[in-house]
């Protein structure tokens, strides 16, 4: 307990060369804290996070590093976890998940989004992409959006930044059949027009995405059960059997006050 006592006065200085008792560095919080704090809060940090604080200061270092396991001992999706932290330290890099190796982010590795509209076995369409597609139409990755985010915030940017980030946002359109086995120009009646628009507001990343159905038949009638396994929410990707149910069970909610 004395020994508690006596580190509670100290404070970790500003150039972390050392332990001190005087406050340093006024700007960062956490160096401010007083020793005993910074254990109570390392005790209740996973072991990723933790040897992610030692990275922080040569103080934090010395203070922490008997009391945190190593990296050889974390377990695979630890290590994943602690690279995650560092790799926002660099933001023109990305950390590969198969071998957790860092590497710089490459024109390749924007994907751009499939060109013309997406039909079974059309080039630059596969079958994953097609999926997604109907789901919604979300074919953004993750990557992207940690990469629009992080070349966003930059202060300074260099060219190929910003070429990236304005690759990055660049609105996407593209006509397509709700069934997907006929290009659109050729199919008559519905046919789905989708625009997709990535936007930074704030330091967040937002996505419109709009469908809009048009028929050139009856008038411009639009059932929904022609819509194929596309829709704007879940009730309405559906087949004809599957929208025949959606009927029935309307029914039963409107006869039974639902």
Known sequence: MAQIQDMSSRWICEDGSQLSKTKNNP???????????????????????????????????????????????????????????????????????KTLRFREFQEEDL???????????????????????????????HRHVRMSLIYHRLEKKTRQQMSFLKSLLEPYHTDFSPCFNIHPSEKSGVVGHFESHPKLVSGRYLLLNKQTFTNSLRGGTIGLHKLGYFGACTHQAMSELNWRAFVVRRGWGEEFGV
């Open 27 to 97: 700007d960062s919080f956490f160096l401010n804290l007083p020793v005993e704090i910074l254990l109570i809060i390392h005790s209740f940090l996973p072991a990723s996070s933790q040897l992610c604080l030692l990275t922080t200061c040569r103080g934090i270092k010395i203070l922490l590093e008997y009391r945190t396991v190593s990296y050889s001992r974390l377990t695979l999706e630890q290590k994943q976890e602690y690279k995650t932290f560092v790799i926002r330290q660099f933001p023109n890099a990305w950390l590969d998940e």
């Open 111 to 141: 994907y751009p989004q499939p060109q013309g509209p997406p039909v079974r076995y059309q080039p630059g369409w596969k079958f994953n992409d097609i999926i997604n597609f109907t789901r919604g139409a979300l074919l953004i990755r």
